[in-house]
């Protein structure tokens, strides 16, 4: 199976220094074929947040592949937010805003959602519709996946508007084929189909260090994934600062293409 450790919403600025080291240690020692990381990055894309996203990311031992969040963009410069908003970004993270990465067993295309114009509300463009629908044209078997920071879908306690396109997004999802979409920006895991893409796995990440916690830990999800059977390891680290497993989800693919979720037996 196609090992990926998620990880999110870092938020270098607004962290627990306390959780980085233990953050390190437990993602090189579960040792993912790949880290997926679905943006905020930063507080307030400041030049000393991002130089320590940077160094965390150069201690991290397995390949990483990452997509910007609103956060990583400046809030309180509107000269850089809407002329040059992925300067930062690009110069300690990486210049490409959507990178893409195939390998023997997955293909995994990472999106950026990030709208300039309204800095929480997230877009989905028209042209990034038109390359979800090929990304996976060539895939195959592989494992399709798709990173991104803002989710597709909201529950009834989501106060947030949902992002721009969202429903284009899902209906593109199920036409390229995509298997699972990984998410952040909320600080809270789901796990769960898509309402209107049963067919594609929604993986929404909590946040690995940020002190802004919304009832939940700090965590980051381990995916251990084929096309028909996907297990999803929460880790998280509460009063102690240490990073343990705390939940598990694991999904079939039943006969209909879409994914359920298998009920563990008590005891």
């Known amino acids: 199976m196609t090992r990926i450790l998620h990880l999110s919403d870092l938020h270098f600025g607004r962290d627990r220094p ?46 990483t592949l990452s997509v910007p969040g609103n956060h990583d963009t400046p809030l309180d410069n509107l000269y850089l937010r809407f002329l ?23 293909v995994v295309a990472g999106v950026n959602t990030v709208n300039r114009f309204s800095w929480q509300r997230g877009r989905f463009s028209g042209h990034t519709l038109r390359r979800i629908r090929g990304a996976f ?35 593109a999802m199920r036409e390229g084929g995509a298997d699972m979409v990984l998410s952040g920006h909320l600080h809270s895991t789901v796990t769960m189909p898509f309402s209107i893409a049963p067919g594609c796995l929604f993986v929404q990440a909590g946040t690995g260090l940020s002190d802004r916690l919304r009832g939940e830990d700090n965590t980051f999800n381990v995916i251990s994934a084929t096309r028909d059977r996907i297990v999803i390891d929460v880790w998280g680290a509460g009063t102690r600062p240490v990073f343990d497993r705390v939940a598990t989800a694991t999904f079939t693919r039943a006969p209909g293409d879409g994914w359920v979720r298998q009920e563990v037996a008590p005891g």
């Open 137 to 171: 044209a060539d895939a195959g078997d592989r494992l399709r996946v798709v990173v991104l920071h803002h989710p597709l879908e909201h529950g009834p306690e989501v106060e947030k508007r949902l992002m721009r396109g969202a429903h284009d997004a899902l209906s």
């Open 18 to 63: 306390e959780l980085e080291d233990p953050l390190v240690e437990a993602v090189n020692d579960l040792s993912p074929d790949l880290v997926a990381i679905s943006g905020d990055f930063t507080q307030r894309a400041r030049r000393g947040q991002f130089a320590r996203a940077r160094a965390f990311l150069d201690r991290l031992e397995p390949p």
């Open 84 to 106: 040059r908003p992925f300067h930062r970004y690009k110069r300690a993270i990486d210049r490409n805003l959507e990178p893409r990465l195939e390998t023997s067993r997955m």
